[in-house]
């Protein structure tokens, strides 16, 4: 299901959605760049915890007002990032998705206006164990600038 209401968008506003593993590709080929370039570009790497273990992840990078990234892509953010609001990258002046067809999976899936994830009411530590859970498998794409 898919809504641009404004309390949806808020959510593009604060706290871009994260992606899914597949969702690079897809982003990637919609942008006519490569994975790497879009890392590099447009993505930071955050993380969530669980049971004591850290699980790596892409999300778009939040831009301060005037347009500057909190964090630069392509790194690993620190801590206080996960909490900072900010405005996705692909967010144009118009407030709409520049990528909308191949937004992220989070994107697809939050409805700010019902607040819910995948047709339940949304939960954080729901969201985070579901995030940690499929990037299990994948932490080997983190390593690339190492």
Known sequence: MECSCEKCVSACKNY????LPQD?????????????ELIDAYLVVEYVENAGRKMFMFSPAKLRRGGKPLFSPGEV??????????????L???DRCSIHPVKPFE?????????????KPYKQKTADIFFFNR???????????A
Not at 16 to 19: A, N
Not at 24 to 36: E, K, N, V
Not at 77 to 90: A, D, N, P, S
Request: charged share 25%; hydrophobic share 30%; net charge positive.
């Open 16 to 19: 871009p959605g994260r992606l």
């Open 107 to 119: 994107c697809r899936e939050y409805l700010g206006c019902r607040n819910t994830f995948m047709g």
């Open 24 to 36: 690079l590709r897809g982003i990637a080929d919609f942008l006519g760049i490569s994975t790497d």
């Open 92 to 94: 144009d002046s118009g």
């Open 77 to 90: 953010v620190e801590e206080w990032y996960l909490t900072k609001q900010g405005r996705c990258i692909f």
């Open 135 to 145: 990037w299990r498998g994948h932490q080997g794409v983190f390593k690339r600038s």
